[in-house]
């Protein structure tokens, strides 16, 4: 009933909210992609994305797809590795930026895993400016990371805007320097958040520098001061700042996949990562 070369392209349309976006990424014509996700809605009689010339979101019927299509795909390439006959096996140097500590990463890794005994998985989990300094010195096979807009390579997982985000008792003095709570270099919402601020002519100061997630954000619930975060994983217990305070627009960021995915233990993981990519959006269980 559901061919899985039109689960794939939905998936990528409800990824990225681009059919050209979805079309570059599986390498196909925008007008197949439009094709498969006309039949998909013929076969579910149901409409999956409201579209115009500016913008793509999904219906709630669409969202309903989002997990059923995850799983039919799974179950379908699981069932064929089966009957193929065909297990991978090797070695897999994989680096997860920060970001994700607090996401359900672990769950599609753990999938991985059960799908694939046979491959050795190395992780490193490290800020996204030296997950892509390691790949392209060869020291990493595959990265999950973030990535500027304006930046080329990888295959998008999504994509999203940086906000402010602190603790809803913090209050910013318009008169003093921003307190920020920042990644050490190469950190990229480190620098977005510097750039934003000297462009726009606002002092700020360093309150806090951690190489971790963690100890940002127990420095951010402790009131100590602003962080720039992605709009769509900030973590419990902050919020974001109020426009009224007048920070600056930090502008937006893609998180990718990255690394030779033609073939073998990275071409799966990366397979599982674009396909299973709204999990990564959601805290941990």
């Known amino acids: 009933m559901y061919d899985p070369g039109q689960l794939r392209t939905f998936l990528a349309v409800a990824q990225t909210l681009s059919f050209t976006q979805a079309a570059r990424r599986l390498g196909l014509r925008q007008s197949t992609v439009s094709q498969h996700v006309r039949r998909l809605e013929d076969v579910t009689g149901r409409t999956l994305f409201t579209r115009d010339t500016h913008s793509v979101e999904l219906t709630q019927d669409g969202e309903a797809m989002l997990g059923f299509a995850r799983r039919m795909l799974e179950v379908h390439e699981q069932a064929t590795a089966f009957f193929t006959g065909t297990r991978l096996r090797g070695r897999l140097r994989f680096g997860a930026s920060e970001d994700f500590v607090l996401t359900r990463l672990p769950e599609i890794l753990e999938a991985f895993r059960d799908e694939h005994p046979e491959v050795d998985l190395e992780l490193t989990v490290e800020l996204s400016g030296t997950l892509h300094e390691l790949l392209d010195a060869g020291k990493l096979d595959l990265v999950l990371a973030k990535r500027r807009p304006e930046v080329p390579g990888g295959e998008s997982v999504w994509h999203d805007r940086l906000v402010w985000i602190g603790s809803e008792r913090l209050r910013i003095d318009p008169e003093r320097p921003v307190p920020l709570i920042v990644y050490p270099p190469p950190g990229i919402s480190r620098a977005l958040a510097l750039e934003a601020l000297e462009r726009h002519g606002r002092a700020w ?55 030779d995915t033609r073939r073998g233990p990275a071409q799966a993981l990366a397979q599982a990562i674009l396909s299973g990519g709204e999990r990564l959006h959601r805290p941990a269980r």
């Open 205 to 259: 100061r360093i309150a806090c520098t951690s190489g971790s997630l963690n100890g940002l954000i127990a420095a951010a619930r402790a009131g100590l001061g602003v962080m720039a975060h992605s709009r769509g994983l900030i973590p419990p217990g902050l919020a974001r700042v109020p426009e009224r305070v007048g920070l600056p627009e930090l502008g937006e960021v893609d998180f990718v996949v990255r690394g």
